[in-house]
C-alpha cells in the first residue's frame, strides 16, 4: 500500500518542488540577440543526434542562436548554456557524452522519457550544476562515482529508473547537496556513514524501494538535520535507528517494510514533534501505541503503523488528533472500545483502516460526522450491535465490516460503495433492494450471516459490472480485502481495481437463481453456496464470459447443468456438489479438464462427467458400438471359413487342370518326366555319396 502511494504520488509532487525551488536561479527567456557559444551548440547537436524525437519536440534545434532552440537557456550575460530543460519530452536513445561540455550548466532536466545505456563517466565535468533530474527516464547501469565530483549540487533526482550496484560512497562529498532521490530502481550494497560524511545541507533522503542496507553504528550523529526521510523496503533493522533520536525537524518518515523488530523507543514522540506524514508499517514494532500517537504529534495527517504488534487503546490517543487525513492501525494487537470523539475537528478524514485488532463496542453516531470519509475498514475485530443509520449519509467507497458480531438488518446503503463487506457478522432479514441502486459496485459480500428472503432480481442493475466501461478506482489498490475465491480464501490489494465478486454464501437465500445475473459479464468469482436455493441453473451461465469461479454447492438447484457452461473459457474453479442436479455434466472445450469429483458429489441423478457413472444414452451407444463390434467378428470369422473351405477345390481344380494337359499334350508330358527322372538320379546320387562319406569318417575313428 505505502510503495504504490509513493510509486505514483510522491515523485510528481517532489518534482513539482524541485522545479519551483529551481526558479530561484533561473532568469527569463534569454534575450533574442544573445547568441550560444560555439562549442556547446556543437555539443546539443551532437547530444541530438543520438536521439530519436517521434514528436518533434527539437525540431527547433538548427541554426546558430541555439540560445532560443526548444529547451535550452543561455545566460543573458556570458551566452554559456545554463540551462537544459527536456522534461517528458518523449526521447528515445542514449545520453551522448558530449552534453558534458555543456560545463556551464546549472539545470539539467532529461526525466519523463526513454532513454537507454548507461550515465556517462564525464558528469563529473557539471562542476557548477545544481539541479539533476532524471527521474522516470529508463537509463540503467551503476550510478557513475563521479557524481561525487559535481561540488555544486543541490538537488539530485535519480527515481525510478532501472540503476543497478552500489551507491557511490563519493556522494558523501557533496556539502551542498540537499534533496537527494534515488528510490525506485535496482541498487543494492551498503549504505553506510561514509556516504553522508560531508552532507551538511541535506533535508531529504529517499533512497526507498532498493535492496540496500543502512549499516550505521548506534552511535552515529549525522551531521545534517533531516526533513524528509524515505528508506522504504530498505534493511534498516533489526534495531530502531537510534540515529534518529538527534533528528528535531523530522515531517516527513517512511520506513515500511524495513525489516525492524524492536520495541518503540521511549524517545521517538520527542523527534515526531513536526510530524505530518508517518509510516512504520510491515514492521515488527512492540509498545503502546499511546506512546508513538497522541499529544505530542499534534500535525499528524498519514499515519500508517499496519502489521506490527502494537498494543493499547487508541480510544483516547486519536481524540488528539486534528489534522488526521489518513489513518492505518490495522493487523496490530490494539484494544479498548472503538473511538466515540470522532467529530467536526477531523473535518478531511477521508481514509479509516482499524481492521484485524481487538477492539469492541459499537460504532458510534459521531463517526457520521467524518463528511469526508471515503474508505472504512474495520474488519476482523469485536465490534458488535446494531449499525448506525446516519452511516448512509456518508459517500464512501469501501465499507469493510467483515468478520464482526454486528446484529439487526443490513442498512439500506444506496451510495457509490464499490466495496461492501458485511460477511461473516449475525445480521438477519432480507437483502434490501435498495442495494441495486450501487452503480459503482464490484465487490460485495454478505456471506456467512443469517439472512433470508430471495436474491433480489435487481441485482442486474449493478452497472459497473455489466460493460468495460470504467476501469476502476485507483484508490481500491491500497486496500486489502480477504476474498473466498476457488475453494480458498486469498487477500487482494493492488489488483482489487480488477476484482470483480459476489459472495453471498452461508445464508438462508431461498428462491431462484436470477436469470438477470447472467447479464453481470464482468463478473469473476459468484459464491451461492450453503443456501436453499431452488430450481434450474439459469441457462445463459455462459455469458459470464469471466467467470473463473463459480460456486453452487449445498442448494437444493435441480435440473440438468446448461451446456452453455462450455462457453466459459477462464473458468477454473466450479463446486455444483449436494444438490438435486441430473442429466449429462457438459464436458465440450475445457470443461473436461474441470475433473474434481467432490464438485458433482451429492446429485444422484448426474452422469458423464469424470467418476460419475454413464448416462443412458452412453450405455445405447456402448451397447450399439458392442453389437457392431460383434457383427465385424462374425464377419471377419465368416471370411476365414470360406477361405479355407475355397483353398481345398481350388487346389483339387488345379492339380486335375495340370494333368489333364501332360494327357493331353504328349511333348509337354515327355518333358515332364525327363526331368522329374534327372531330379530323382540326382536326389539318389547325393544322398548315396553323402553315405559313403560318413561310413569312411565312422571306420576311421574305430581304427584310431
Given at each position: ?401 467483515s468478520d464482526n458480531l454486528f446484529t439487526g438488518r443490513i442498512p439500506p446503503f444506496s451510495s457509490d460503495i464499490g466495496v461492501l463487506d458485511l460477511g461473516r457478522n449475525y445480521f438477519t432479514g432480507d437483502i434490501p433492494l435498495q442495494l441495486c441502486q450501487l452503480s459503482s459496485l464490484q465487490y460485495l459480500s454478505l ?258
Amino acid at each position: 500500500m505505502a510503495s504504490y502511494f509513493y510509486a505514483n504520488f510522491v515523485p510528481t509532487f517532489l518534482h513539482a518542488l524541485f522545479v519551483i525551488q529551481a526558479l530561484e536561479f533561473t532568469h527569463s527567456k534569454a534575450l533574442t540577440n544573445v547568441s550560444c557559444i560555439g562549442v556547446e551548440r556543437e555539443a546539443l547537436l551532437r547530444f541530438k543526434q543520438d536521439l530519436t524525437d517521434p514528436s518533434g519536440r527539437l525540431s527547433s534545434w538548427t541554426g546558430e542562436r541555439c540560445c532560443e532552440w526548444e529547451g535550452v537557456e543561455c545566460n543573458n550575460k556570458t551566452g554559456h548554456v545554463s540551462k537544459l530543460d527536456l522534461y517528458d519530452r518523449s526521447l528515445r536513445g542514449k545520453i551522448h557524452p558530449a552534453i558534458t561540455k555543456l560545463k556551464h550548466l546549472k539545470f539539467l532536466d532529461l526525466s519523463f522519457n526513454n532513454f537507454s545505456g548507461y550515465l556517462p563517466n564525464q558528469f563529473g565535468n557539471f562542476k557548477d550544476l545544481e539541479f539533476l533530474y532524471l527521474s522516470k527516464s529508463l537509463i540503467s547501469g551503476p550510478i557513475p562515482a563521479t557524481v561525487g565530483q559535481l561540488s555544486s549540487l543541490r538537488y539530485l533526482d535519480l527515481s525510478f529508473n532501472n540503476l543497478s550496484g552500489n551507491i557511490p560512497e563519493s556522494i558523501g562529498r557533496l556539502s551542498n547537496l540537499e534533496e537527494i532521490d534515488i528510490g525506485y530502481n535496482r541498487l543494492d550494497g551498503v549504505v553506510n556513514e561514509l556516504h553522508f560524511v560531508n552532507l551538511t545541507s541535506l533535508t531529504s533522503l529517499i533512497l526507498g524501494s532498493n535492496e540496500l542496507v543502512i549499516n550505521v553504528s548506534g552511535s552515529w550523529v549525522p551531521p545534517f538535520q533531516i526533513n524528509s526521510i524515505l528508506l522504504l523496503n530498505c534493511k534498516v533493522g533489526p534495531k530502531f535507528p537510534n540515529w534518529l533520536r538527534t533528528q528535531r525537524n523530522i515531517s516527513q518518515l517512511v520506513m515500511s517494510n524495513a525489516s525492524i523488530s524492536d520495541e518503540v523507543p521511549h524517545w521517538l514522540p520527542d523527534v515526531l514533534s513536526n510530524i505530518r506524514d508517518f509510516d512504520l508499517s510491515g514492521n515488527m514494532l512492540r509498545g503502546n501505541i499511546s506512546g508513538i500517537i497522541g499529544k505530542k504529534t499534534p500535525q499528524l495527517r498519514r499515519v500508517s503503523l499496519s502489521g506490527n504488534n502494537l498494543s493499547g487503546d487508541i480510544s483516547n490517543s486519536l481524540c488528539m488528533l486534528h489534522e488526521f487525513l489518513f489513518l492505518d492501525l490495522s493487523k496490530n494487537q490494539l484494544s479498548g472500545r472503538f473511538p466515540q470523539c470522532w467529530g467536526k475537528s477531523l473535518p478531511f478524514l477521508v481514509w479509516i483502516q482499524l481492521g484485524e485488532n481487538k477492539l469492541n463496542g459499537q460504532i458510534p453516531n459521531s463517526l457520521c460526522n467524518l463528511e469526508q470519509l471515503k474508505i472504512l475498514g474495520l474488519h476482523k475485530n469485536g465490534l458488535n450491535g446494531l449499525l448506525p443509520q446516519c452511516l448512509l449519509k456518508l459517500e464512501l467507497s469501501i465499507l469493510d465490516l467483515s468478520d464482526n458480531l454486528f446484529t439487526g438488518r443490513i442498512p439500506p446503503f444506496s451510495s457509490d460503495i464499490g466495496v461492501l463487506d458485511l460477511g461473516r457478522n449475525y445480521f438477519t432479514g432480507d437483502i434490501p433492494l435498495q442495494l441495486c441502486q450501487l452503480s459503482s459496485l464490484q465487490y460485495l459480500s454478505l456471506s456467512h450471516n443469517n439472512l433470508s428472503g430471495g436474491i433480489p432480481l435487481c441485482f442486474s442493475n449493478f452497472r459497473h459490472m455489466l460493460s468495460d466501461f470504467n476501469m476502476g478506482n485507483v484508490v481500491y489498490s491500497w486496500f486489502p480485502v480477504k476474498v473466498t475465491m476457488k475453494g480458498e480464501t486469498r487477500e487482494f490489494t493492488g489488483t482489487l481495481p480488477y476484482l470483480f465478486s459476489i459472495d453471498l454464501s452461508s445464508n438462508a437465500l431461498e428462491g431462484q437463481i436470477p436469470e438477470g445475473l447472467t447479464r453481470l459479464v464482468r463478473i469473476q468469482n459468484l459464491n451461492l453456496s450453503r443456501n436453499e436455493l431452488t430450481g434450474k441453473i439459469p441457462s445463459d451461465i455462459g455469458d459470464l464470459r469471466n467467470l473463473e469461479s463459480l460456486d453452487l454447492s449445498n442448494n437444493k438447484l435441480s435440473g440438468e447443468v446448461p451446456p452453455s457452461i462450455s462457453n466459459l473459457d477462464f473458468l477454473s474453479y466450479w463446486n455444483i456438489s449436494f444438490n438435486n442436479l441430473s442429466g449429462p455434466v457438459p464436458l465440450g472445450n475445457h470443461m473436461s479438464t474441470l475433473n474434481d469429483e467432490s464438485a458433482y458429489r451429492g446429485n444422484d441423478g448426474l452422469c458423464g462427467a469424470p467418476h460419475l457413472k454413464a448416462c443412458p444414452r452412453d450405455k445405447q451407444n456402448d451397447t450399439d458400438t458392442r453389437g457392431s463390434h460383434k457383427d465385424e467378428s462374425n464377419e471377419s470369422d465368416s471370411v476365414v471359413v470360406w477361405f479355407y473351405s475355397g483353398l481345398g477345390p481350388g487346389f483339387t481344380a488345379a492339380f486335375l487342370g495340370f494333368c489333364g494337359i501332360l494327357h493331353f499334350k504328349q511333348t509337354w508330358r515327355i518333358s515332364y518326366f525327363r526331368a522329374v527322372d534327372r531330379i530323382i538320379e540326382k536326389s539318389w546320387l547325393v544322398g548315396m555319396i553323402t553315405m559313403l562319406r560318413f561310413k569312411t569318417a565312422f571306420q576311421f575313428q574305430l581304427c584310431k
